[in-house]
């Protein structure tokens, strides 16, 4: 065994010893050292070179929003791009038909998943289509169709933080004390084209669809009569 190598598997037991990782685990990293991974694609943005925190003080967030996207499409045939983001947001594609003409956009920008899918909507908004995220899939809905509320995914007031301005959701609101129709003539006005304000009577409830960004505001509105 050459000094080289007996000076390596010392520094790997000191150092396996030190953090308590397995010895294999230590060599497999170490094998690893300065490779690199090619990036799939050139939206995608590199990863920074900070250190990992220790395991105990990461948040735990789904993997794909740990993920830095970059725009870079010329004359970008809507399919591709609305595939490249659902794979980028490791979710499943569902279109019927996609969007007319291309897509144009360059950004230095860094984006995650959700922050890319609600500037796609915005755009897809001005061609009367939309994204709706539910479980797995990515669906892409021609607004002419009017909006299947099957499809929209309903989900609680404090999950609205997690869901782009231009995300199709439905959220059911407490009126606690409030009057309904009091409630139901202050929040109409804020809605969209394809919102909806269904008073829940028995639970005494507001049922509320469209974008996320109008929700917060609905939602800030209740709280304040």
């Not at 897809?124 to 809905?141: E, F």
């Not at 021609?142 to 499809?151: M, Q, R």
């Not at 929209?152 to 404090?158: A, H, Q, S, Y």
Request: contains cysteine; aromatic residues 6%.
């Amino acid at each position: 065994m050459s000094h080289r190598v007996r000076c390596r598997l010392l520094k790997l037991g000191l150092l396996t010893a030190a953090l308590g990782i397995p010895l294999a685990a230590a060599k497999a990293a170490d094998n690893a050292e300065g490779e690199s991974q090619p990036m799939t694609g050139a939206a995608e943005a590199e990863s920074g070179d900070t250190l990992p925190l220790p395991a105990e003080n990461v948040e735990h967030r789904p993997v794909a929003e740990t993920k830095k996207l970059k725009f870079s499409f010329r004359y970008q045939r809507w399919i591709d791009v609305l595939q490249w983001l659902a794979d980028k947001a490791d979710l499943s594609l569902v279109i019927d038909a996609p969007p007319p003409g291309t897509f144009n956009y360059s950004d230095d920008r860094q984006y995650t998943p959700t922050e890319a899918i609600d500037l796609i909507n915005g755009v897809l908004a001005t061609k009367g289509y939309t994204l709706v995220r539910r479980d797995r899939m990515l669906t892409v809905v021609n607004l002419a169709a009017g909006v299947p509320e099957n499809l929209v995914p309903r989900i609680k007031p404090e999950e609205l933080s997690d869901r782009g301005d231009y995300e199709l959701v439905q959220v059911q609101f407490s009126l606690g004390q409030r009057g309904a129709s009091e409630v139901v003539a202050e929040v109409k006005p804020l809605l969209g084209k394809y919102g909806t304000a269904v008073p829940l009577p028995q639970t005494r409830q507001l049922l509320v669809t469209d974008t996320a960004g109008v929700l917060r505001v609905v939602g800030a509105v209740i709280q304040s009569i």
